[in-house]
Structure formats: C-alpha cells, structure tokens
C-alpha cells in the first residue's frame, strides 16, 4: 500500500523502509508511527520477505529523533502513552521474525537512535552521529533507550550517553558496540543490500530460529538458554528445510528452501 510517511520497495527477497519525512530530517511523530506499525505488520506475515533494511530518506538523517512540536504540549499521562506506543512499535519491529538492518546515514538522535537499536544489525555510514540528546530537552528517553543502550554498549557508557546527551561519530560508536560496521557514505546502501540478499538466501525457518534464540535467551540463566536453544534445533530438525539442506549439501548442490 501507498504511505505517506514511508517508501515500501521489495527487492528480490528483501524489502526496503524509508523513513520519508526528509524536510524535518524524518523526525518520528504519530503519523510514521502508525505507518511503521502496519508495514512491519505486513512485512511479518510476507513469507516472500526474508530480510528488512531500515532507512531513512536523504543525506542528513536516519532519523533525527521525536517531533519536538508534538512533545511540546504533552501532558504526563499523554506522555506515557505515547512512550508506550513507541516501545511497542519499536519491539514489534525487534521480534517480527526477520532480520532487520538499521542502514544509518547522518543522524540518528533520540527516537531516531532509540529505532535503530531495535533493529537486528546496525550498519552505519562514516558520517552518522548517534545519541540520546533528551536529556537536554528535560526529558527522559521513552522508546526503549534507557534499555537497549546498556545492553549494548554497557552500562557506564550507557550513563555517559545518556546523562550528558552528547553524540558519537560513527568510530566510536562501532568501538563502543552501539554499530556493528561503518561504511563510507556511498557504500552505505549496496553493502546493507549485499548483507540483506546474503541473510535472504539462507533457510528463512533456521533464521528467524537463530534470532529467537538469542532474543528469547540473552537475558536468561545458561541454562535456560541452552534448553531454548535445545527446544529450536529440535524443531529444525523436523522441518523440510532442514532435510532440503542436508540433502543438498551431500548431493554438493544449491540448496531450494521452502520455508516449511
């Protein structure tokens, strides 16, 4: 469907978000909210889909954070909600199953930055700037920062990120955890793509098994990380996929994944 905050391209077996809201360096407010909301929806439930970039729309920003003009006239309770509508777009997007690659160029600041750490993989242009600035507004992160960050990049550097609300190039934010590769400007794109089409060619079931893995086990003792992990590679082992890929690789063939 047609956006008015967003572009929607498929591409082979991946498809592209852009945040289009380039004029105001595509700050988050309601309406991409709900734009964002209803295409992860979408792209969730898409079996033709295997992998998702993230982007924003032009040279200066990912995303340059919240709509300060919609923030201005919050009340508490109207701040609560919106923060909880935020986190629960932002998490949707962090568990829809698929790989999401955050494809950052300029600024992510803010929500913008928030946005990015619930993607998968963060692949950053030589020139982004990333940071958590609210606290200069006299606010207090809302979309999952103060969560996200430590897990990160730990929690001292979290502290510093956020308790001064300065931002980091895109260096020392590959140092510090908070991106996983830093790209020149013009490589940004093709190399999130080369990363989308090489995650879209493996068997999507082991995939989205791999990320629950880890989503559902980071945060758990070992040992129950083990038993999930147990629990999932059971579940490998009987699907189609998996006597497909093993078949394949002693008939020393590519592989035809089904999804089943």
Do not use: H
Not at 74 to 95: D, M, N, P, S, Y
Not at 183 to 199: D, F, G
Not at 227 to 240: I, K, N, R, Y
């Amino acid at each position: 469907m047609a956006y008015e905050t967003l572009l929607l391209e498929r591409s082979d077996a991946y498809a592209v978000v852009t945040l289009n809201r380039p004029n105001v360096m595509n700050a988050l407010n309601r309406a991409l909210f709900a734009e964002l909301d209803d295409a992860f929806a979408a792209l969730a439930n898409d079996s033709g889909v295997r992998a998702i970039i993230l982007t924003g729309a032009g040279e200066k920003a990912f995303a340059a954070g919240a709509d300060i003009s919609e923030l201005a006239t919050l009340t508490a309770a109207e701040g609560q909600q919106l923060a909880l509508r935020g986190q629960a777009i932002f998490r949707k997007i962090e568990t829809c199953g698929k790989p999401v690659i955050a494809a950052i160029q300029g600024f992510a600041l803010g929500g913008g930055c928030e946005l990015a750490m619930a993607c998968t993989l963060r692949i950053a242009s030589e020139r982004a700037r990333l940071g958590q600035p609210e606290v200069k507004l006299g606010l207090v992160p809302g979309y999952g920062g103060t969560q996200r960050l430590p897990r990160l990049v730990g929690k001292g550097a979290a502290f510093k990120l956020l308790l001064t609300g300065d931002m980091v190039g895109a260096e020392e934010a590959f140092r510090m955890g908070l991106v996983d590769e830093v790209v020149p400007a013009e490589a940004l794109m093709p190399r999130t793509e080369t990363l989308a089409r090489a995650i879209a060619q493996q068997a999507p079931l082991a995939v989205a098994g791999c990320l629950r893995a880890v989503e559902g086990g980071y945060d758990l003792p070992i040992e129950a990380g083990l038993e999930l992990e147990a629990s999932l590679f059971g579940l490998a082992c009987a699907t189609e996929d998996k006597a497909e890929g093993t078949r394949a690789f002693l008939e020393k063939r590519a592989p035809a994944w089904q999804g089943r």
